[in-house]
Structures are given as C-alpha cells and as structure tokens.
C-alpha cells in the first residue's frame, strides 16, 4: 500500500505561485508513474500533470504549459508541481495519484489508471 499526502496548497492572488508537495509512505515510489489532477467545484477531475518513475519523461495538460512544473524526488519519495502565474481558473483541490508503471517510461493520463491518491490540498486563486 503506498499512502500519499499533499501539502502546499493556500491563497493567492493571480499571477502568484506556488508549490505542492506530495509525499508518500508505505513503501517507495520507485517503480511508480504518479500524477497530479485537480477538481473544481462542480467539474469532473481532471489530469494537470505527469510523469513517469525516473522523472524524465512528462505530460501537461494544455492549460498548464509553460506555467505550471512536475517533478520527483525518489530518493525522498516525493512528487511536486511548481505552480507559477496562477490564474482564477486554477482554483481546485488539487491530488496526487501513483500507479505501478508498466514500464520505464510510461505515463498515465486517467484517474481511473491510478490506484492511489493523496486527501487533496486546496488551492485558490484570487484576483
């Protein structure tokens, strides 16, 4: 079992930043692809990010390019997305997810790939 729990999340005003912390326990994410997803109020969770167990393979979702950064520490069992220029449409919880990888360099895009998931840390973007 692998237990995951987010922290970083706040207030904000737009075009701030911040960074989020996922940090897991019960056995080592290596071997793991992992995530980030968030859900708004009244939406559907949707995949922000992701990447693969070594780290150096990566996906975003179109509305985060160029703004938002995953990435992974194994040696601390650790997952973070450095969330810069913010916008009102980033307000979500925001989760983490791990999944066993298949393979060196696969990704996984949906939440149904994904067996783990951290509580959720709330972030809100103000104007």
């Known amino acids: 079992q692998v237990q995951l729990v987010e922290s970083g999340g706040g207030l904000v005003q737009a075009g701030g930043s911040l960074r989020l912390s996922c940090v897991a326990s019960?056995?080592?994410?290596?071997?793991?692809?992992m995530g980030w997803f968030r859900q708004a109020p009244g939406k559907e969770r949707e995949i922000v990010a992701a990447l693969n167990w070594i780290g150096h393979n990566t996906s975003y979702a179109d509305s985060v390019k160029g703004r938002f950064t995953i990435s992974r520490d194994n040696a601390k069992n650790t997952l973070y997305l450095q969330m810069n220029s913010l916008k009102l449409e980033d307000t979500a919880v925001y989760f983490c997810a791990a999944e066993r990888a298949a393979d060196l360099f696969r990704i996984y895009y949906q939440t149904g790939d994904y067996r783990y998931w951290g509580q959720g840390t709330q972030v809100t973007v103000s104007s």
């Open positions: 019960g056995r080592t994410v290596n071997y793991y692809a």
